[in-house]
């Protein structure tokens, strides 16, 4: 067993259920790389503040170096008597080069130290993920373009309301992943704060040059409170509520494609590829990615909250229950990255049924409020514009009629406004088309959106 870094003020050996259950190494192991960059760092800073020799950093950094291919390669045995991730590699870097792996832990605490590795390991993810959100993005200009003359009911209360375009449908979605983008880059720009150098809680009492620190590591700045710096997670709580939103968008997503793929809708079919089967009845073809989709929002959810709940009535500065911020953390980040790489491939691969969505635009009345706009355009009140519409719409139901089929007889019993153009006022593409008020969702101008989303995807740096 491996002696404690803080065994010097106790007598009795820690109760092996106490080790299991203060252990993190199971799931903290992931955080090794950055763990081992922020001690090279500190190693340089050490050699600057005179605490190291040169020879000394070269030989602590050439370690750390080892320690990190010992890990790589599955040959260095992480057990929970190492606690975390930071003793397992202070203790093998000492196993190789002697007491001056000791040194190396001068000036700092693992309270910084940690406060550090999640900001590096959460910044890598954050672009990464913001990458995939891009891809996303991509996917969804595609599957527009491809689509750009597909009509289909728009609903509200999930009943038929107005003809939309599929791409114009698609595209809303395309605006919600692109807030997404924004909300990760702010959470990024606030966490790029560098809290090495914070010690335990109240500073370190070496001469430690944090700006050195800093840019060595790749932050912009430092942190300004010692305090503050170990004692925080908000910037996780802010990437999980990020996180949160975007399932949230996926999720509204994935509802649709379950619906859409139902034999009741039939306005597309998922590829073989991206759905599964019954094991009882052969003819099901299930949208299990779109449904996983949908279930893991609550989980990344629940994690949010979990996070929130840890942080709630926590005294400065440091406490353990700041432990369990990186399970929901880490398990969030393999969720939304997971959910983010599997859709633009299945988004991409799907079948648009065009003709089923056109013969359900005209099924539903969707027309029904450019027939009370035909009247409000000739003068008459849009309210009582409204009701003559309704109506209309009843009576077309009582007669098993649409409003196309209507002769120009029955529209003038509705009112003597109609003329013979109200026929080519309640056209479907008409109606659509009409529609061209900047974000509407007429061809023409969903047409110049999508111009503009692809040149927008095009210029340098764009995300």
Not at 321 to 338: G, H, N, R, S, Y
Not at 381 to 401: L, N, S, T
Request: proline fraction near 3%.
């Amino acid at each position: 067993m491996k002696k404690k870094a803080w065994s010097g003020r106790f007598k009795e050996k820690t109760d092996k259920l106490v080790e299991e259950m203060n252990a993190s190494i199971g799931f903290d192991k992931r955080l090794f790389r950055h763990d081992i960059l922020g001690s090279i760092a500190h190693a340089q800073v050490l050699v600057r503040a005179g605490i190291l020799k040169e020879a000394e950093a070269r030989k602590i950094i050439k370690g750390l170096k080892e320690v990190e291919k010992e890990i790589e390669a599955g040959k260095l045995k992480l057990t929970a008597d190492l606690e975390d991730i930071h003793m397992a590699v202070e203790s093998r870097l000492t196993e190789k080069i002697g007491p001056l792996g000791g040194k190396l832990h001068t000036g700092r605490s693992r309270n910084d130290q940690v406060a550090l590795d999640i900001r590096l390991y959460l910044k890598d993810e954050i672009v990464e993920i913001i990458n995939l959100v891009r891809d996303f993005k991509l996917a969804l200009v595609d599957v527009s373009e491809a689509n750009l003359d597909c009509i289909m009911p728009g609903y509200t209360h999930l009943q038929r309301a107005q003809p939309v375009l599929l791409a114009h449908h698609l595209l809303a979605y395309y605006e919600m992943l692109k807030r997404d983008t924004g909300r990760l880059l702010d959470c990024l720009a606030r966490m790029d704060e560098m809290p090495l150098g914070a010690g335990a809680l109240a500073g370190s009492p070496y001469q430690l040059d944090r700006k050195l620190s800093a840019r060595l590591l790749g932050f912009s700045r430092v942190t300004e409170n010692s305090l503050d710096s170990v004692s925080d997670r908000d910037f996780a709580v802010e990437f999980l509520s990020a996180a949160s939103i975007i399932m949230m968008h996926l999720s509204r997503l994935s509802e649709e494609m379950i619906l859409w793929s139902s034999q009741e809708f039939g306005f597309i079919e998922l590829s073989d590829a991206f759905s599964t089967g019954s094991s009882i009845m052969p003819q099901k073809k299930n949208p299990d990615v779109a449904e996983l989709s949908r279930g893991k929002t609550g989980r990344v959810y629940g994690h949010l909250v979990s996070l929130l709940t840890t942080m709630k009535s926590l005294p400065l500065a440091y406490n353990k229950d700041m432990q369990e911020d990186k399970e929901p953390l880490f398990d969030t980040i393999d969720t939304l990255k997971v959910v983010l790489k599997v859709y633009p491939p299945m988004l991409r691969t799907m079948k648009v049924n065009t003709d089923k969505m056109l013969r359900a635009t005209g099924a539903g009345f969707l027309n029904a409020t450019d027939a009370a706009d035909y009247l409000a355009r000739r003068g008459m009140p849009f309210r009582e514009a409204h009701e003559v519409a309704g109506r209309a719409v009843a009576y077309c139901i009582k007669k098993d009629k649409t409003l196309e089929d209507l002769d120009m007889g029955e529209w003038k019993a509705l009112s003597p406004l109609f003329r013979e153009d109200i026929r080519g006022a309640v056209s479907i593409v008409r109606s659509l088309n009409t529609r061209k008020v900047y974000g509407g969702t007429a061809r023409e101008t969903v047409k110049k959106r999508l111009v503009a989303v692809k040149k927008e995807m095009k210029k340098k740096g764009s995300l």
